[in-house]
């Protein structure tokens, strides 16, 4: 391949679900995440004391955090885990609490920003508020957390950025617009960045999951196909995330298909998708 064509070439393989072929060892085996007192986040914090991380976790529900704490301290005793309340539309507090974080560690190799929400309800009949703070949380909240961590790994010279996006963000289902909406924000952004920091030794992954049994998605009951447990999705999520993985649907089989596929129905069918 000519030096012409390489460049293109990367562009091309950042859009899909590859790794980054320039992703250097971690620099640590620490992780910042947000989210983590319930859901997936909570049973990605327990995954990364299991992988041998030292954990600075963070949510706004500080008991939670500290019940989990004290959990995870007696499980792995040999593990750092320090917990702190954190509101992530609360942008500087976001930067303020990630620098505290890499000083305690000396430095962090993994950044995960997980925290997200979801009120759903059509457009137009008076749930706007509810909308904006999904858009709040799920994309402002991310872009608050993954910008602070990058400005961190610049400065050290490498680590990892992995931001969770959904295999809804290609289509708009309906009664769920601001969650689409923010997944789709939150795909190009990581996108771009991924762009942006190609081969300098920061690794972007985008965690795009299927249903994973959380209290997000819990109301839909029997309406979740090929749903797995939180256990398993942190089992599958690490393994995706530890490969470096660029865009990385969990489980792989069958939602890489399913992302695929429901990115391009009309909306005609999208309406029984969301049925």
């Not at 680590?159 to 939150?186: D, E, M, N, T």
């Not at 920091?197 to 209290?215: K, R």
Request: charged residues 20%; hydrophobic residues 45%.
């Amino acid at each position: 391949m000519t030096a012409t064509r390489l460049p293109t070439a990367r562009r091309l393989l950042g859009k899909l679900p590859f790794v980054d072929p320039g992703r250097p060892p971690l620099p640590a085996r620490t992780a910042f995440l947000t989210g983590a007192s319930s859901g997936i986040g909570k049973a990605l914090a327990a995954e990364l004391c299991v992988r041998g991380y030292d954990v600075y976790l963070t949510a706004r529900r500080i008991e939670l955090l500290e019940e989990l704490r004290a959990q995870l301290t007696a499980a792995f005793p040999q593990r750092s885990v320090t917990v702190a309340a954190l509101d992530v539309t609360e942008h500087e507090a976001v930067a303020r609490t990630i620098d505290d974080a890499a000083r305690q560690f000396g430095g962090l190799g993994m950044v995960i920003a997980n925290a997200g929400v979801d009120m759903g309800g059509n457009i137009g009949e008076g749930r706007f508020e509810a909308h904006r703070a999904v858009v709040e949380v799920n994309l402002l909240g991310a872009m608050a957390t993954i910008d602070a961590a990058v400005a961190h790994f610049r400065g050290t010279g490498g680590g990892q950025v992995v931001g969770f996006s959904s295999v809804v963000a290609g289509a708009g289902l309906p009664g769920g617009a601001p969650y689409c909406a923010s997944k789709a924000g939150i795909t190009r952004y990581l996108q771009s960045l991924r762009g942006e920091l190609w081969n300098s030794g920061i690794t972007v992954t985008t965690v795009a999951p299927g249903y994973i049994d959380t209290p997000i998605n819990e109301a839909l009951g029997d309406k979740r196909p090929f749903l797995i447990d939180t256990r398993t999705g942190a089992r599958k999520i690490m393994d995706r995330i530890e490969s470096g993985a660029v865009h990385a649907t969990v489980p792989r089989v069958p939602w890489t298909v399913v992302e695929y596929l429901l990115a391009r129905l009309p909306p005609r069918l999208l309406r029984k998708v969301n049925a």
